[in-house]
């Protein structure tokens, strides 16, 4: 469109037709760039699965009765995600230290197939989780939840895995 406009214009007067090529010459480059910028960038995700932390709350935990929630952003370059029921594809690992000595508490989440159709298959979103319950080692007044996260795509590529930051468990 831009190329006609200009083709029209350098048509219309003889004498200035020189000042419009120049002008036409310029301006084309810096339309095209605009125009390009305008356009939605393409994204190139790895076909390795990537997690970030967008939000966790509350900050301190009362035993039995409060619920975790996080939002996680992810990619996925393939996009295969999720599985049929049952199957476990987003971890959820509380790692307590110190003692009382516990072994970890794995909290398995399963994602439906969220793989679109078509030959382009690149996928990004947000994921909200509930975790629950949450508990406090027995003997202790307040504990500390160790919390990491991880995906696993159908062909068992595991993303990264984050850790939050320690969360307070305080007795009822």
């Not at 190139?44 to 900050?59: G, H, K, Q, T």
């Not at 062909?155 to 468990?169: A, H, Q, W, Y």
């Amino acid at each position: 469109m831009f190329r006609f406009l200009c083709s029209i214009t350098s048509l219309s007067s003889r004498s200035s037709s020189n000042f419009h090529s120049r002008l036409c010459s310029i301006l084309w480059p810096i339309a095209v760039f605009l125009f390009a910028q305008a356009c939605d960038p393409a994204r190139n995700f790895d076909e390795v699965p990537a997690i970030r932390l967008l939000e966790v709350y509350p900050s301190q935990l009362r035993e039995g009765t409060d619920t975790l929630y996080l939002k996680v952003y992810y990619e996925d370059g393939d996009g295969d995600l999720g599985k049929a029921a049952g199957d476990t594809d987003f971890t959820i690992t509380d790692a307590r230290q110190g003692s009382p000595v516990f072994p970890p508490v794995v909290y398995p989440y399963a994602l439906p197939d969220v793989t679109p159709p078509g030959q382009k298959k690149q996928i990004y979103g947000e994921i909200e989780i509930k975790v629950v319950p949450t508990y406090r080692r027995p003997g202790l007044p307040t504990d500390t939840a160790r919390i990491a996260l991880r995906l696993r795509d159908r062909k068992g590529n595991f993303s990264n895995t984050i850790s939050l930051d320690p969360i307070p468990v305080q007795a009822p």
